[in-house]
């Protein structure tokens, strides 16, 4: 593993807050003021294709990065757009039937709450 990835890997698994690309880039120039935004991209997706980083696609916003790669669920707010965890055991796996898809084998699976969150029904209260 390269330093940069290697440092890109430490910043991203220091917050919770699943940050775009764009974020992971200005947390991590402040250990590699050199690095570019082309770079960061790159690894980033390296990580996640080597599974040590979880890449939450939602469509129609930016992709995000998550560190933690435990079971768990997401919920996003719809007017931010903030992107917080909810753990896997308050929402257990379903009973799901053998053949909901033919020849799939079905090793787990993702929730995504939508919703408002506590800032953004603030600011819609007011
Ligand atoms: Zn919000
Ligand atoms: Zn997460």
């Known amino acids: 593993m390269t330093r940069q990835r290697k440092v890109i890997l ?4 220091k917050v919770k807050s699943h940050p775009t690309a764009d974020q992971v880039y200005e947390m991590v120039r402040k250990r590699l003021p050199r690095i570019s935004l082309a770079t960061v991209y790159r690894n980033l997706e ?6 040590e980083v979880l890449k939450l696609e939602i469509s129609g916003t930016q992709r995000r990065y998550d560190g933690d790669t435990s079971d768990h ?4 707010c719809a007017m931010c757009g903030a992107v917080m965890d909810i753990p896997a055991d308050l929402f257990p796996m379903p009973e799901i039937p053998e053949d909901v898809v033919e020849g799939f084998d079905i090793s787990g699976y993702r929730l995504e709450l939508t ?4 800032e953004c029904r603030a600011a819609k209260a007011a």
């Open 10 to 13: 430490e910043e991203l698994k």
């Open 115 to 118: 919703g408002l969150c506590r």
């Open 73 to 76: 669920h997401h919920a996003r």
């Open 46 to 51: 390296t990580l996640s294709t080597a599974g």
